[in-house]
């Protein structure tokens, strides 16, 4: 199996619910590594060049007001097909319809406050990464 980076992102609601020591702790357990890692707060226009790819979609304007209302933690994680490993530990987008035990399903409140964020594809991925992290941080 490839050995993959994904860039994860703790959002503004789980951050704001002290939840962030909890996903940490799970992404550890599940023999993920971290390779960076950084608390910040996304302006609106940050949100948006980050989400860019939704700008079409309906939610778009309360999703980008969300992202950028609080802290988030961004992160590059690592490791043997982690971006699939990181997207099964977070479960569906709609927390209702995520599979029980994952972080969406146990802390998700809506599909828009979903505790966090995933790349979905190695070309993703390396546009997340590179939005968030200079090539010093990792
Ligand atoms: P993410 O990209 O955050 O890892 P995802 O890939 O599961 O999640 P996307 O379809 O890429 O989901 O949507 C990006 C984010 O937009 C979702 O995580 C969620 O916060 C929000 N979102 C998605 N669909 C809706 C919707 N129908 N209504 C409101 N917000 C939505
Ligand atoms: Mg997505």
Redesign the pocket.
């Known amino acids: 199996m490839p050995v993959e980076r994904t860039l994860a992102i703790i959002k503004p609601d789980a951050v704001r619910r002290n939840l962030t020591g909890e996903i940490l702790s799970r992404i550890h357990q599940a023999g993920l590594q971290i390779v960076a890692i950084k608390s910040l707060r996304l302006s609106r226009a940050e949100a948006e060049g980050f ?1 860019a790819v ?1 700008r079409e979609r309906p ?1 778009f304007n ?2 980008t007001e969300f992202m950028s209302s609080g802290k988030v933690v961004v992160m590059v994680l690592e490791g043997e097909n982690a971006i699939l490993r990181w997207r099964e530990l ?1 479960g569906a ?1 709609d927390p209702a319809q995520a599979a029980p035990g994952t972080i969406r399903r146990e802390f998700g409140t809506s ?2 406050n ?1 505790c966090t ?2 790349s ?1 594809a190695p070309e993703t991925a390396a546009f997340e990464v590179s939005y968030f992290f200079a090539a010093y941080e990792l």
């Open positions: 989400y939704h939610f309360d999703l977070m987008t599909i828009q979903n964020h995933g979905d």
